[in-house]
């Protein structure tokens, strides 16, 4: 559950970004100022607003020690606060006095990474003060960035829609079209997801865009081999470009901000709604979870920011009830059905299933026929929508009493395939991925990255049937 805890107005324009330390927040706006709360009552520091940027500031962010803040703005500068009393430390021209859109600190908070409307970005040495390494993406204003966190690699977003990968010594290691109509935010979570079979860590990334939609992805930051990017999966819910998207310290939760004036929180796992928050009366432009405590932040251009209490111990949208309470699904009272509908966001069907009684055992068994003929819901999309989510249901039944043999995974979706294809790089997928995956206009492998020969899928039978013998087994 999100509760609203406290609401800021103290800016006269746009909230255009916010962010967090262990002990502050800090906003920056159209208004041309910076402004830094405390956490303890969220009363603004003495020392606040901090003035000085001579037109809008796009960005701030604090360093990973919280001692020093950094703003970047139209006016081709960013600037270097002390976080302690808001002294400008140093003022850092853009070599070409391009805006400069995006700033953030290195895990190690010796360098700076500013990104501009020209396409250019510069990493600064906070130390000297100098400009360390200088690069350029291929298109576009540079709108987007996050370092990987050992600090030797930063993905950037640009308005043309590509992600790209470099090193710290900005070389450019991988790029990908991410967003037909251009990447607005990214994110790289702080905690390893997974580790393949030879130990190396993925990290979990989150991608936004202008085409309405959110990528998942899991990359590889590994300093002898590169990276490796593989797309996840794709997170619907907004029906306007997402302006901001953030994952919380553990990566189990992302949050976005869309033009549509929503914030969605997502499970990760699962790829479930968990809330949506509909306080904001325009754009929502900025989002970020605190990263030790269960707080959240939301600005808009309303000129406010809310700040949000997480319950963490409600049940989220991707767990059963049987994840909750351990009581198997096929035990379940109809009050725990009803939970379930409530957390598949289904709850307009509880009165429905409890005037028909229906538990545990008669959900497992419900069909087609008797979800159009028995409880008379008309809707065949509906009637899908539920079918689904009980097919998710029994999965995860199957999930909890055995581990799913990595050959029966799609190498895209990491789920369980249904219908799987033989790409031409020999791989298998689940088709519905892998038609998704060509129709992007990606041409070649997910699984090598190498180009693709031919787009033909062909149905690979034998894994199917291997597939539906260990279902059956599972089921005994």
Request: glycine fraction near 6%.
């Amino acid at each position: 559950m999100a509760t609203l805890i406290h609401s800021l107005s103290d800016h006269s324009d746009d909230v255009n970004y916010c962010a967090f330390s262990s002990s502050c927040l800090a906003t920056c706006s159209l208004d041309k100022t910076v402004r830094v709360y405390s956490l303890r009552d969220f009363s603004e520091l003495p020392y606040s607003p901090l003035r000085g940027h001579s037109y809008s500031v796009h960005c701030c962010c604090f360093s990973p020690s919280g001692r020093v803040l950094a703003s970047c703005s139209t006016d081709g500068t960013a600037a270097l606060w002390d976080a302690r009393d808001g002294r400008r430390l140093a003022v850092l021209g853009h070599p070409r006095a391009s805006p400069v859109r995006v700033c953030r600190f290195c895990p190690r908070g010796t360098r700076l990474l500013a990104g501009a409307a020209d396409g250019s970005l510069v990493l600064w040495d906070v130390r000297s003060l100098q400009p360390y390494r200088s690069g350029n993406v291929k298109d576009g204003s540079l709108v987007a960035c996050a370092f990987s966190p050992n600090g030797s690699f930063f993905v950037t977003g640009s308005s043309s829609g590509d992600l790209t990968i470099w090193d710290d010594k900005m070389r450019c290691l991988y790029n990908e079209k991410a967003h037909d109509l251009g990447v607005t935010c990214c994110d790289v979570s702080s905690n390893p997801v997974s580790d393949n079979e030879n130990g190396f860590k993925y990290f979990q990334m989150a991608s936004c865009g202008q085409d309405n939609q959110i990528k998942l992805w899991l990359i590889l930051f590994a300093d002898f081999l590169g990276v490796e990017l593989k797309y996840k999966c794709t997170l619907n819910g907004h029906s306007a470009p997402v302006l901001a998207c953030a994952l919380s310290y553990d990566g189990q939760m992302l949050v976005s901000g869309s033009v549509d004036k929503c914030v969605i929180i997502y499970e990760t796992s699962t790829g479930n709604i968990l809330h949506t928050l509909s306080q904001h009366t325009r754009y929502v432009t900025t989002c970020a979870f605190a990263p030790h405590s269960h707080l959240l932040a939301t600005g808009s251009m309303d000129k406010t920011l809310h700040i949000w209490q997480l319950d963490l111990k409600q049940p989220s949208a991707g767990n059963t009830v049987e994840t909750e309470s351990k009581v198997a699904v096929e035990d379940w009272s109809e009050d725990d059905v009803s939970a379930w509908l409530c957390a598949q966001d289904l709850a307009d069907f509880v009165g429905l299933f409890k005037m028909n009684n229906i538990d545990g055992k008669e959900l497992l068994n419900l069909t087609k026929e008797g979800l159009a003929n028995e409880l008379k819901i008309e809707s065949l999309g509906l009637r899908s929508k539920i079918l689904q989510k009980i097919e998710e249901l029994r999965m995860t039944m199957i999930s909890v009493s055995a581990p799913v043999p990595d050959e029966f995974l799609c190498p895209i979706t990491r789920e369980l395939m249904k219908d799987p294809v033989i790409a031409a790089d020999g791989y298998s997928y689940e088709r519905e991925a892998m038609e998704h995956w060509i129709s992007n206009k990606r041409r070649s492998s997910p699984m090598t990255n190498l180009p693709l020969h031919s787009l033909v899928l062909t149905p690979n039978r034998t894994l199917k049937m291997a597939i539906t013998r260990w279902l059956e087994t599972q089921q005994k």
